[in-house]
RNA sequence: GCGCUUGUAGCUCAAUUGGAUAGAGCGCAGCCCUGCGGAGGCUGAGGUCGCGGGUUCGAAUCCCGCCAAGCGCGCCA
């Protein structure tokens, strides 16, 4: 475990031991205690811990929280973790870490080095975390992307807090809408060849689709119009998506989103497990027919409907399929907890997707839906919908093209999922400079350099004595980069990964106050040493946060 | 009409999940280079937390009712 979570449990122990001597003294009224809760007092003065347990111990107690407070800190053991304890009305504890035990943490990021911030919270439990899983009838859009930078960093999250976690892009490559895909490259692809073909009614009308059929034309010649047409679109259905989600993979790796597994919708109908599923669900009595469609009992577990899963044309609906999908995960696949993350539009699927979990016999309690909301582009106040180029959609490589990978990230990153977003491209690309990306990255490159410089000297430090660390800038640094821990294990208890964003912005910010406050490389050789010792760990803690966003942490800018 | 999500500084967003004086970036008004990288540092102005009730020691956060915005409500995905 990392030293803040070490420091933050010790207060909590130390708090209960004084409660149970309390108790034991008759001092206290013996009644249950509640966990010890333990958070960060917005004014620094206060301390670097507090806890409101003697307010929520008053009514308990029948005793006022000051009082409780006062007893709790008279009977509170020492520890090096402390320096101070006290009593502030209406009745918190605060608690201030000891200089001894922040400097000591410097040489313990130091010894941690890449694995500083891991953390046993997953034990190796087996998680899936499915996202973007856009549709390869056309390029990702920029809504794709959020979702992508949010499973990404999530993933990398999680797997630094121990679960075992696999990635995963779920191709919908089976269906109505891949066959309506087909038609309408298949029609431009005749038309390409000066041959008379209609577009498909509602099919895919965008310039990509034209341009994916002069690709065909291109490789393939005249080749498929004299296939007959059944044969020949099969062939170009293929190609096509094949094709697509080559540009889709690439346009990830822009952003640097990589899958573990790239699952086929269409293996779970060759596999037989689609049918399968539908057989269980049969048995279990949640089919039931009806307008020669075989619809999901779904309004038997509360959904405000039933959905329907087998068209009356025999099709299965893409619900029918997701059903069949998460099946796999769970039971043949053998995960213990699958996230989901999808976009605004698919929310009214949230609540009959885990209705079919659990009438699966799954506890829907392992399926966790993440939805993120709209992404909103502005140019200049004013909202972007086509893209100036094609006239289609804006894509998320058009996006990633303007803006950059790594402000594309943080800005995605920097928000929560449910709360939708406004990108203004025009900001995103004047304030370059300015932008929290730069200012991040340039803390990172600032810590290179001196090092770099200090190298040059000749100057070593493996003997620094980090409790010479003693100024304020120096000390408000330490207690900063010991947060990161913490900070980990909100992100990944609540899914939430932007946190980080702000950690980082906080993390930069106090260093570079340092940078200014402190001259690292000075007469002092001591001082020299601690401080580069300081400089280390600072560049540790900046280049895991980046990593962990997915950020470039670069040596010079 | 029903469901989900959101409403916080001029703008874009946070708030450790019920805690003390609601914070950051941008923008705005100033100040700081005799420094290892100024892509930096420091200071200031700016808030009825959409509105109204309620719950309790304590509410931006929980409950109820309004108002507004986004997204759903298909034998599309």
Known sequence: ??????????????????????????????????????????????????????????????????????????????????????VAAPGFINFTLSDEWLTGQVDSIISDGDDYGRLQLGHGEKMQLEFVSGNPTGPLHVGHGRGAVLGSTLAEVLRLVGYDVKTEYYINDAGSQIANFGRSIYARY??????????????????????????????????????????????????????????????????????????????????????????????????????????????????????????????????ASDIAYHYNKFVERGFDEVIDIWGADHQGHVSRMKAAVAALGIDPDRLTIIIT????????????????????????????????????????????????????????KEQSSENPVYYIQYAHTRTCGVLRY????????????????????????????????????????TLEPHHLVYYAIDLATVFHSFYKQCRIISEDSKLTKARLKLVTAAKIVLGKTLALMGLNAPETM
Request: charged residues 30%; aromatic residues 6%.
């Open 373 to 428: 909301q709209m992404v909103t582009l502005y140019r200049n106040n004013e909202i972007v919908r086509l893209s100036k180029r094609t006239g289609d959609i804006i894509t998320l490589k058009e996006l990633i093209d303007e803006v950059g990978a790594d402000a594309c990230r943080l800005f995605f990153l920097s928000r929560a999922a449910d709360s939708q977003m406004d990108f203004d491209l025009e900001l995103a």
């Open 190 to 319: 005749c038309q390409t060849l000066g041959v008379d073909k209609e577009m498909p009614e509602g099919g895919y009308f965008g310039d990509y689709v034209k341009d994916l059929a002069r690709e065909i034309v291109a490789d393939e010649g005249r080749l498929l119009l004299s296939s007959p047409e059944e044969e020949a679109l099969a062939r170009i259905t293929e190609i096509a998506v094949r094709r697509m989600l080559d540009r889709i993979k690439s346009d990830l790796k822009l952003l640097g989103v990589e899958f573990d597994v790239w699952f086929s919708e269409s293996t779970l109908y060759s596999s037989g497990q689609f049918d399968n599923v539908m057989k269980i669900l049969g048995e279990k009595g949640y089919l039931i027919s009806r307008e020669g469609a075989i619809w999901f009992t779904s309004s038997s577990l509360g959904e405000d409907k039933d959905n329907v899963l087998i068209r009356s044309d025999g099709q299965p609906t893409y619900f």
């Open 454 to 493: 200090a190298k040059g000297k000749g100057i070593t430090f493996d003997d620094g004595d980090t409790s010479l660390l003693t100024s304020e800038s120096e000390l408000d640094l330490i207690k900063k980069m010991v947060l990161l821990p913490e900070v980990i294990e909100a992100a990944a208890k």
């Open 1 to 86: 475990m990392s030293g803040i979570l070490e420091a933050r449990n010790r207060i909590a122990e130390l708090m209960a031991e004084a409660i149970k001597k309390a108790k034991e003294s008759g001092k206290l009224p013996d009644v249950n205690i509640p966990e010890v809760p333990l958070e960060h007092p917005q004014v620094p003065s206060y301390g670097d811990y507090a806890s409101s347990l003697p307010l929520r111990l008053g009514r308990l107690m029948r005793k006022s929280p000051v009082e409780i407070a006062e007893t709790i800190l008279f009977m509170l053991p020492t520890s090096p973790e402390i320096s101070k304890a006290s």
